[in-house]
């Protein structure tokens, strides 16, 4: 799985480049990490990860914000795409039961390109769909990073790139 910091830091940086301020953005973007929450019950990638167990909390939250207050629906369906962002992006890193239960099999999507150092133009380009039947194992423990090296500086190169933003934003502004 994309680390928790991961999982943070790129719908963060997607709604501050959409205008959501500083704080909003936080309170958003933490959502995104709900659906790994289910480390603390020592399972994990389980229904959680699925677009439909979300999609169930969800739909009702925004057609009540829909119905009764039209000025946060917008807000509610930013929440929910932050959510389903996670398992998108797990998709992409090990099997995940994203379709589960209309669709049985977890899902991991490989994509690599390939080069020899000794011979660039030797390049492999990897895309593999691999699919694999949907068990919520419960395991005793399970050691799961919450950052990694390479999390941090991905994670510092996007932030600082958005203070260079909000830095050559606000002197456009001034001038
Ligand atoms: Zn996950």
Redesign the pocket.
Known sequence: ??EPLI?FIVPFSVLIMCGIGVKKATLFASLALL??LDVLFHI??SFS?SIFFILLFCAPVIAIAAVKHSTMTTDVIIATLVILS??FM?LFTYF?PIFWPLYNNAIYIVVEMITNMDNVSQVHLLFEIKLEPVMFHHTASIYVPIFTSQGVAITLVILIGLILRHFFLSKKESV
Do not use: K
Request: proline share 25%.
């Open positions: 799985m994309p999982h659906p790994d994990h990638r990860h996670h398992p797990d995940t």
